[in-house]
């Protein structure tokens, strides 16, 4: 059974740089492609972007271009989401999920280019809570 | 960006009820859109993917319908652990994008 395992909540002032992370069990990790989802208080759920653990390949979201940054380390399962400078309004639940299809989507892979070849995300983490206040 | 809108935004049912959650689309997604529930406190969890399938483990009570810029989500007799927040999202083209949600409570 996949799972995605996050770290946990965070406490942080405005300014300050964080980095929470999401580590996978149960399969091969470097196939999977990992998305991260914002939900912030009391409002519904926004794609962030997608990374390839196989070859770190990112795609952003254009709300969130610039904003974050994905990584990877393909060794230890575990995938990461970074801030450098926070703000207030960075205040949310944050998911690392599994977008989850019938291809093979690692390293090479010719479906992953387009999110038509997925059917979308099976396996959520438990959510990182993050909480920006001075 | 495919923006989402789903309608409506909030419904008050009671069990056994018939539902229904409209999703629409600025632009024609074919059939790639997935269906969402969300309780309070937790992970999504999918239930319905390529706009009609149903995922495994999932109640048949819970169908999907719809292609291009219009779908549906149907559930055929509402249960008490069917309420929660319904989301919509397309996987047609990058960025993926999310319906706004519709809350679901009890009458």
């Known amino acids: 059974e996949v799972q995605l395992v996050q770290s946990g909540a965070e406490v942080k002032k405005p300014g300050e740089s964080l980095k929470i992370s999401c580590k996978g069990s149960?399969?091969?990790?470097?196939?999977?492609?990992i998305v991260w989802v914002r939900q912030m208080p009391g409002k519904g759920l926004e794609w962030m972007g997608i990374?390839?653990?196989?070859?770190?390949?990112?795609t952003y979201s254009p709300s969130f271009q610039g904003q974050v940054t994905f990584s990877v380390d393909k060794s230890i399962s575990t995938a990461f989401l970074q801030w450098n400078s926070l703000k207030a309004s960075d205040t949310a639940i944050y998911y690392c999920?599994?977008?989850?299809?019938?291809?093979?989507?690692?390293?090479?892979?010719?479906?992953?280019?387009?999110?038509?070849?997925?059917?979308?995300?099976?396996?959520w983490g438990q959510g990182t809570t993050v909480t920006v206040s001075s | 960006e495919i923006q989402l809108t789903q309608s409506p935004s909030f419904l008050s049912a009671s069990v056994g009820e018939r539902v229904t959650i409209t999703c629409r689309a600025s632009?024609?997604?074919?059939?790639?859109l997935t269906w969402y529930q969300q309780k309070p406190g937790k992970a999504p969890k999918i239930l319905i993917y390529?706009?009609?399938t149903l995922q495994s483990g999932v109640p048949s009570r819970f169908s999907g319908s719809g292609s291009g810029t219009e779908f549906t989500l149907t559930i055929s007799s509402l249960q008490p652990e069917d309420f929660a927040t319904y989301y919509c999202?397309?996987?047609?083209?990058?960025?993926?994008?999310f319906g706004g949600g519709t809350q679901v409570e009890i009458k």
């Open positions: 990374i390839h653990p196989d070859d770190s390949d990112t």
């Open positions: 149960g399969d091969n990790f470097g196939s999977y492609s």
């Open positions: 390529g706009a009609s």
């Open positions: 632009q024609g997604i074919l059939s790639y």
């Open positions: 999202q397309q996987l047609n083209t990058y960025p993926l994008t």
């Open positions: 999920a599994r977008l989850w299809g019938p291809y093979y989507y690692g390293s090479g892979s010719y479906h992953r280019n387009f999110p038509y070849y997925y059917y979308g995300v099976d396996v």
